[in-house]
């Protein structure tokens, strides 16, 4: 007899069968659901293969864990990925002795582009890209949990582990940082 | 992928009413690039003025209810930085302006790598503190 699937089942629906009818093998769905693109998101921070792996493996286990937290106030994927960039960043701090504070006094932002959408036309995402990856990964992480993945900034603040209001302003530098590099970069002595 | 871009370039493309915007440029000299936002009961304006952000609220009338400017740690009041200092490595510092009365947010993190975030006032005393 095979193992039933449920490919269909929303998460929230699986997450409910897990926790009220203790149907816990169905946390497989939501493994297989989530896990490359926890996987991309921990890719796109730490830049190693064998280490996103392992802490993709790391967050998934933490998740099942804590499932019983899950409030529903936030959809599954949005808690999943808070937990997933909150996770990453631990390790960087951590393990990579990553320290914003010393890498922002190093790298002042010399002009703020005050019209992006106007100093920046014609602009090309492959070359975005190129730039998201010169900015310190809690920047760059900030941008995608705001402007990819539609965290509030609650969330991202928590991600963090600063208040909200000093997420805003963090990112706000963020993405300045992000246009005033891709002007120096690809638009300079064009 | 291509939306995350658009979204990031485009930022936040609301307008408050006119008599709030006004209030903006009345409370700060030129302020640059210019974010506002609308939250529940009142509106928030993200800017430079200089190189520093600054977030600065306001009521529906017009009437500014607080900013707030983020600052390098050395860029502290030597009090500040030495109550602050005392705790553990500052990691983060917003200055809060409310009406007459000046109190800094700190981050800060001890030598466990634990984060926690205090409230000082202008003589450097601490009211508030908690782990995040």
Known sequence: ?190 | MKNFFHRLLRGNSFAPPVKVQNALYKNFREPLSIEWFSRENHFEAIFYMGKREYLARFQQDGSMMDYKINLPAEALPEKIRRSAGSKGEIMNAVVIHEGEKVSYEIIYRNENLERFITIINQEGIQSIERPL
């Open chain 1, 1 to 190: 007899m095979g193992k039933k699937i449920y490919p269909e089942l929303p998460d929230e629906e699986v997450i409910s069968r897990i926790l009220m009818d203790h149907q816990t093998e169905l946390f497989e769905i939501l493994y297989l659901r989530y896990h490359h693109k926890v996987l991309d998101k921990c890719y796109s921070l730490l830049k190693n293969r064998n280490q996103a792996l392992e802490l993709t493996e790391d967050i998934l286990s933490k998740v099942y864990e804590k499932l019983s937290t899950f409030g529903k106030r936030a959809s599954f994927s949005s808690w999943l990925y808070a937990i997933t960039y909150n996770q990453c960043i631990d390790y960087l701090r951590e393990k990579k002795s990553l320290h914003y504070p010393e890498w922002n006094r190093k790298n002042e932002i010399p002009e703020i582009i005050y019209h992006p959408e106007e100093d920046l036309q014609d602009i090309n995402y492959e070359n975005l890209s190129i730039v998201l990856d010169m900015i310190h990964p809690e920047e760059k992480a900030m941008l995608m949990m705001k402007y990819h993945d539609d965290l509030s900034m609650k969330e991202v603040a928590a991600a963090l582990r600063i208040s909200p209001d000093a997420a805003k302003m963090r990112l706000k530098r963020a993405r300045t940082r992000v246009f005033y590099l891709y002007k120096k970069k690809f638009l300079e002595n064009k």
